[in-house]
């Protein structure tokens, strides 16, 4: 994991606290998604689908921060529908990292270059950028040519000008171990992106494209050989080794969704940002009204293939710091020893 040193540290801070206050469930990082609009429509998308009534809606600044302030979690990943569509994005921002909080602006780059100049680099602020395959392949799965060259341009004007960018990028049944060398490759050797995370898609009930979901097996064997060879070592990889030991099979863990969870327009969403079984107002009614032990692969049929960071990467940190053997590993990594 190349997570910078800064933000281990206070990371690793937040989760002794947490230990000792004797709290089992706390948020990690919240997923915000402050609209549902975006400027793309991508096949496997389960957010675009919303009436345009709630694609029309944009949070209010102080509702948004409210709700990070309110859960406590020392980071945040504000994803949507397009960030950079809403018109107070950059004040969003501006006022989490005042507080010191991680975000991370997960966009998909269209509006990027032109929205530069709205925000300040920080070790705090990250831009995310999507990006699902090199040229052909990002665009067919964004429905829109043109777009993985403007990622890439804006990646390389954002770095220009001192930002931190990392990518994610999401695969499906129609990529092979080579497609993800091949993307991965480029991202860490060729654009040297800051970091990079990597998931298995997940079949979204209201996804128009049901059809390129991968299954735990398929996901298990396609990352088993992606890795191989030294790539996963080699990889500037955002995740915790435990969950890439989770990716390729080596370990199994139960889904703790409460650890990533998801705020929106609707509120925080019950019991993830994949599924929606209900909102409620707080972080601590989410945590304190849901019933989290009917959750995850093997309970749920709608878990059944899902292997989402925001249900397992919480589950891999908890692991990590409850092993030393594990927490020495991971600190090994984010030293690069
Ligand atoms: S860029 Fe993201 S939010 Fe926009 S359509 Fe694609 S998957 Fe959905
Ligand atoms: S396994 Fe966990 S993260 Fe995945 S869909 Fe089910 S509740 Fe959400």
New binding site residues.
């Given amino acids: 994991m190349a997570m910078p040193l800064r933000q281990t540290l206070r990371v690793g801070t937040y989760l002794m606290e947490q230990k000792l206050r004797r709290r089992d469930k706390f948020p990690l990082i919240v997923e915000l998604e402050p609209l549902f609009a975006c400027n793309l429509a991508c096949e496997g998308c389960g957010k675009i689908q919303h009436p345009a009534g709630v694609l029309k809606q944009r949070m209010p600044v102080a509702q948004a921060v409210g709700a990070v302030l309110e859960s406590g979690a020392p980071m945040v990943s504000i994803a949507g529908g397009e960030p950079l569509m809403h018109p107070q994005i950059d004040e969003i921002v501006r006022q989490l990292v005042a507080r010191r909080k991680y975000v991370f602006l997960c966009t998909n780059a269209l509006l990027m270059r032109k929205k530069l100049d709205k925000f300040t680099p920080s070790p705090y602020f990250t831009f995310t950028v999507h990006i699902d395959g090199l040229r052909e392949r990002h665009d067919e799965s964004v429905a829109k040519e043109g777009t993985f060259d403007e990622a890439v341009a804006a990646i390389k004007e954002a770095k220009r000008r001192g930002f931190r960018v990392t990518t994610n990028s999401t695969f499906f049944n129609t990529d092979t171990p080579q497609t993800i060398i091949e993307v991965l490759d480029y991202l860490n050797d060729d654009l040297k992106v800051d970091e990079m995370m990597i998931s298995p898609a997940?079949a979204y009930e209201k996804a128009p494209d049901q059809e390129h979901f991968l299954g735990v097996e398929q996901t298990r064997e396609l990352f088993r050989k992606a890795f191989a060879g030294g790539n996963r070592r080699r990889w500037r990889l955002n995740h915790s080794p435990l969950f890439l030991d989770f990716l390729e099979g080596k370990v199994d863990f139960e889904?703790t969704?409460w650890g990533i969870p998801n705020y929106s327009l609707f509120g925080w969403q019950r019991?993830?940002?994949?599924?929606a079984d209900g909102y409620v107002p707080t972080y601590r009614e989410l945590i304190e009204k849901t019933d989290w032990a009917k959750?995850?692969?093997g309970k749920?049929p709608?878990?059944a293939n899902?292997?989402?960071h925001?249900?397992?990467e919480p589950t891999a940190v908890l692991a990590t710091m409850g092993s030393l053997k594990e927490s020495i590993r991971a600190a090994r990594e984010t030293l690069g020893t």
């Fill in positions: 997940y889904c969704a019991p993830c940002y994949l599924m959750y995850g692969r749920d709608r878990c899902c292997m989402a925001c249900g397992y």
